[in-house]
């Protein structure tokens, strides 16, 4: 009888011991617990008031408020939401080499893997060693790149050298009297490149502009912009300046019409949707609706209509455009997505897209930093409906003739096209240069066959970094 006693007040003892652990020695232990729960208390305290689904998330007693703050979030928010995020307040940005990358398995070595370079931040060590988009690099230092090791190899910090291939065709072996037949892949062009070590690059969002010459002498502006960055903690309005420079330039030069690469462009802020959409519309929709942000019921007084506005002009222009051409992708998210979405009219402003699918958002989130910890949670806050009152559903997609891969032609693996940006020959510049020339899509010969890709990118990577719009992205309030 008394064993049994003891296993039933063992628990109820236990527990006395846990909590008197708090009090101990006339210790008030509390002021502690709450500050390791004060973080993730402040968020959802921000969140119930400024959230846009606050009507899903949990009461305080039914989450756990000592979760990471990333764990947190996704723990709380809605389960249609992918656009909330946290992030930390750094004031130093990371050390970068300032490239971003893709993995091509090897079609000579079955654990190596080539890598495809896919963007250059200019001013970077990358592009100071003499890299370019559509440059392979095959060993870093003397090793092949493999998954195990790729970390280590391609985003550590010290100097690198690399060695460069080419994507070519090759002959390949052949039985005596047969055909002789031939392969494309990637193989040594004796090139070795000095990768200096990794610091802190600014990457401008602005990455290249040019004004480009048709066969018939038309004039196009080309813009390959990857974020709505607005500028820089010291110059706000930095870059906003760039594109009100850049749209002189291009009335300078008579452009009739503009292709704006968004393929990479992840998201940013609406000011500078609204400084770029005024830029690039008719003038006959100046000073019209181009969207409309709408909050919960709480915040009904923040709800509010954005015009082409011709006083955020400044020392810029409005071009007076019948139309644009963009290049998308589906990393084109939020902000991207939502120029052009109040850009376009059925009738009047037609939006060409090239590419592939955009990812589809039509919601907006704001920032809002707590100090203390130097964490910043940024919740979708509002709705977002284009110039006419319509919120988008789904991602923007180009015509069929005009979803076009950037590394497949003719449903054949084909890098010989993925080339640096601005280049007229690069696959998806060459295809909406193509389509204002008339020249595309080209008409197909009856016996034309399609085979299938080889070589699949296996793995995209992202400079991790100091490029100010990785990380949030999409469509965000200042």
């Known amino acids: 009888m008394m064993t049994k006693l003891r296993k039933i007040i063992l628990i109820p003892a236990l527990v006395i011991v846990f909590i008197s652990g708090f009090f101990s020695c006339g210790v008030d232990r509390w002021p502690e617990y709450a500050h390791q729960t004060a973080l993730d208390t402040w968020m959802l305290d921000v969140m119930q008031q400024n959230y846009l689904w606050y009507q899903e998330l949990p009461s305080y007693n039914d989450v756990n408020l000592f979760l990471e703050p990333d764990q947190f979030l996704s723990k709380v928010k809605s389960k249609n939401d992918s656009y909330s995020f946290v992030d930390s307040i750094m004031e130093t940005p990371l050390p970068t080499y300032g490239f971003d990358y893709s993995l091509v398995r090897s079609a000579d070595i079955d654990t190596a893997y080539n890598a495809l370079i896919t963007y250059v931040i200019p001013g970077s060590p ?103 960055t607005a500028g820089t903690k010291t110059e706000p309005e930095k870059y906003n300046n760039e594109l009100r420079a850049i749209s002189n330039k291009f009335l300078a030069e008579n452009v009739e019409y503009v292709i704006l690469d968004l393929r990479y462009n992840a998201g940013g802020s609406i000011d500078c949707v609204q400084l770029l959409g005024t830029i690039l519309t008719s003038a006959s929709r100046l000073t019209q609706p181009m969207a409309y942000l709408e909050y919960n019921d709480k915040n009904t007084d923040k709800d509010v209509t954005i015009n082409f506005d011709p006083t955020i002009l400044g020392s810029g222009t409005n071009l007076n455009l019948p139309g644009l051409f963009a290049i998308t992708s589906g990393t084109t998210a939020g902000a991207p997505e939502m120029l052009l979405r109040s850009l376009y009219l059925k009738e009047g402003y037609p939006v060409v897209s090239i590419g592939s699918a955009t990812k589809g958002q ?97 793995k995209s990577v992202s400079s991790p970094s100091s490029r100010r719009f990785v990380g949030g992205g999409g469509l965000k309030i200042k």
């Open 126 to 228: 990358a592009a100071e060693a003499g890299l370019v988009r559509g440059d392979w690099i095959m060993k870093v230092d003397t090793s092949y790149i493999s998954k195990k090791y790729e970390t280590q190899l391609l985003q550590g910090t010290k100097a690198r050298d690399l060695v460069m291939g080419v994507w070519k065709e090759v002959p390949v072996e052949s039985e005596e009297g047969e055909e002789e037949e031939t392969v494309y892949k990637v193989v040594p062009d004796d090139r070795t490149l000095d990768l200096p070590a990794a610091r802190v690059v600014v990457d401008n969002p602005i990455h290249k502009e040019e004004v480009l010459t048709l066969s018939d002498g038309t004039k196009v502006g080309y813009l390959m912009y990857s974020s709505f």
């Open 362 to 458: 039509n919601v907006a989130t704001e920032q809002f930093i707590n100090e203390e910890f130097q964490w910043s949670v940024n919740p979708v806050v509002c709705r977002v409906y284009d110039s006419n009152h319509v919120m988008g559903e789904g991602s923007l997609a180009p015509a069929t003739d005009l979803k076009i891969s950037e590394t497949t032609i003719d449903g054949v693996t084909n890098y010989s096209e993925f080339l640096p940006f601005g280049n007229r020959n690069e696959r998806l510049l060459k295809v909406a240069i193509g389509v204002l020339e008339g020249t595309y899509p080209p008409k197909k010969d009856d016996e034309e066959t399609t085979q299938k890709a080889q070589f699949k990118i296996e």
